[in-house]
């Protein structure tokens, strides 16, 4: 494994961030595919370093997850955790990079909404409060890749060289397109969206 990286020059954990709908899934499978970056365990608000889950959020011990951070270089790590200056600093001590993936709102409240089979009201007052918290690694990523350029080869090749990571295929091989401009049109169609536009203004 040590040799592997070397020869890669991944050596550091990289953190794929975003939103739930936001394409965290669709990204993580590119990046299997397009590089020897590790997958591992994906959880809501947890990392797995080594086998073992760890929870992130603003009341974990920062010093054990410095501590086990250091065992996920060159390894995808999936993140849904809420932004601390805590966590940020952590990940950076540690060589850590962060890719957030960025998706219209829309769209993805409608996707939350069809995806949950919750209250439409009660899923757009719950993904506003999440935005807020999760606007921290939006601002503060090293890369930021649109749910709507996942199919783009371009796109994703500049977010591979901004990162430094190096390429093994650049091809698209799967068969999942990414849904794009239907959100409003199925908010409306509920009776939300215009309290959807008014809630988007706070995040």
Known sequence: MQERLENTGINFPLFV???WRSGNHLLRHIIKKWTEIIPDYEGDNYVSLTGKCIRIDVHNNTAWFSDSLKRGIGK???MHAPYSDELFESIKKNNGKII???RDKFDQLASFILYTRQPPEFCLFHMVSVWI???GWLEKSD???KYENLNDIDELNNMFMSLKIPIISNEIDWDVKPRIGHGKKILRELGILRLAENAFMQC
């Open 133 to 135: 918290q999760m606007k």
């Open 76 to 78: 995808q790590i999936a």
């Open 17 to 19: 961030c975003g939103v």
């Open 143 to 145: 890369a930021i890749i």
């Open 100 to 102: 957030y993936i960025h």
